[in-house]
């Protein structure tokens, strides 16, 4: 027997598992039960561990879930113990300054426009974190907690994964959930086209007095975008946007302090508003990965692709990266493929490149279009706020692509098992 063939065949045979993805967070997990829901064996490795992860301490972080990341939890049963969601019914844009009431120039989206019922759910991050946990530890996923992916080495049967520890586990693939600054990306010599936008999102969770009728509102203020997202009861998860400079002072005001910046943007339509959980600050920046496949090795997440938050689709093109990625592995094994091998990854890439790509030019467009106080463009784009208003088809198109249930959708995000 060829000494190649034969050690091919040996590294074949000695695989620990399937598929190692590095990274726990909201993409790891969800990929981790995507991939076992498929019949791989899988192991995920945790720098945080899921004690730490699974505390369900209501710390104010909340998600915008569309139609279709609704889909993806649902086929991969995460959707049923996630305890509390809040649908939005309704989301209503405009331009707005401190101090003073909105635009009456606005563009206003109704559930009712759509025959899918609500456009999205908010899920407070204590409820769905805990839920994908549990979902993966009932599919059998192998977990390796308080261990970061360190090393990798690829070869023409699978590849070698080193971890902080020294300990090695041998794959057939890599999938890197390790975010925006991902080491493993970095080792395999992925670069990065973006660029940080000198803003801060603070983000905290505010209590409210008048019921929000689970209305969305999107405020766009000189200094960055204002979003108020309902969430269950009276309660809405607010992502304020400034510059960094003032993001800083802000966050490390007292919340007396914080509230009273907080309320002339705000407004009064909710009544009077306390804070509900704890506060946070993330620098923005917009970063895009040259590619999403290297030699058995898929980027997922964030470390395929960071965007603006002005559109809340973060997690939701995420979930559609596990979804796509979930797909391809799949079918590529049922045919008998390895489904590693350069050309069947690239399947994953073809599919969810362009698609990030175009949410990055257009999350990136709006933010420098409505992010100043230009009159000129103040006009122009309420101007044309208005006149999308009035033209229901436009209307119900942009309902749908924020849903994201346009385009060729993999089969979770349609809502069917793999």
């Known amino acids: 027997m060829d000494n190649g063939l034969a050690t091919y065949i040996f590294t074949a045979m000695t695989l620990d598992t399937d598929i190692v993805i590095a990274g726990g967070g909201l993409n790891g997990l969800s990929m981790a039960l995507a991939l076992a829901s498929g019949g791989f064996e899988v192991t995920l490795v945790d720098p945080v561990g899921r004690e730490i992860r699974g505390d369900a301490k209501f710390d104010g972080r909340s998600y915008a879930l569309s139609i279709a990341s609704r889909r993806v939890l649902s086929a991969l049963d995460v959707w049923a113990r996630i305890e509390d969601t809040a649908p939005i019914l309704g989301i209503k844009v405009t ?24 456009m999205g759910y908010m899920a407070e991050d204590r409820w ?11 599919a059998g996923v192998t977990q390796i907690d308080g261990e970061s992916v360190t090393g990798e080495a690829p070869d023409a049967a699978g590849v070698t994964v080193t971890l902080g520890s020294g300990r090695t586990l041998r794959a057939r693939l890599l999938i890197a959930c390790d975010g925006k600054s991902s080491g493993i990306a970095r080792r395999a010599g992925i670069r990065r086209t973006g660029w940080s936008y000198d803003q801060s999102a603070l983000v905290c969770a505010i209590a409210h007095e008048v019921p929000h009728e689970g209305i969305a509102h999107q405020y766009f203020m000189p200094s960055g975008p204002l979003a108020i997202l309902p969430l269950k009861g009276n309660r809405a998860s607010i992502v304020w946007t400034e510059t960094t400079r003032r993001a800083a002072a802000i966050q490390a005001m007292s919340d007396a302090d914080y509230l009273d910046e907080l309320r002339p943007r705000f407004g009064s ?16 920046s917009l970063s895009l990965a040259d590619s999403f496949t290297g030699d058995r090795l898929a980027l997922v997440g964030d470390a395929a692709h960071v965007v603006h938050p002005i559109a809340g689709q973060g997690l939701n093109a995420g979930l ?8 391809v592995l799949t079918d590529a094994r049922r045919r008998g493929e390895d489904f590693a091998r350069a050309d069947v990854l690239d399947r994953y890439q073809r599919w969810r490149r362009f698609d990030t790509a175009a949410l990055a030019v257009a ?14 463009l103040r006009l122009v784009r309420d101007l044309g706020m208005a ?10 198109g942009f309902i749908r692509e924020a849903a994201g249930i346009t385009g060729d959708l993999p089969r979770l995000a349609k809502g069917r098992r793999l």
């Open 95 to 118: 331009d707005g300054r401190a101090g003073e009431a909105p635009s009456p120039l606005m563009l206003e989206f109704d559930h009712s426009e759509i025959e899918e019922g609500p």
């Open 128 to 138: 769905l974190r805990p839920a994908l946990l549990a979902a993966v530890s009932d």
């Open 269 to 284: 339509f909710l009544g009077p508003i306390d804070l509900a959980g704890a506060r946070f600050a993330f620098p923005l």
């Open 320 to 327: 559609k990266d596990v979804a796509a990625l979930a797909e």
């Open 363 to 376: 999350t990136d467009g709006f933010n420098r279009l409505f992010s100043n106080d230009n009159p000129t």
């Open 387 to 396: 006149a999308t208003n009035a033209i229901p088809g436009l209307r119900r």
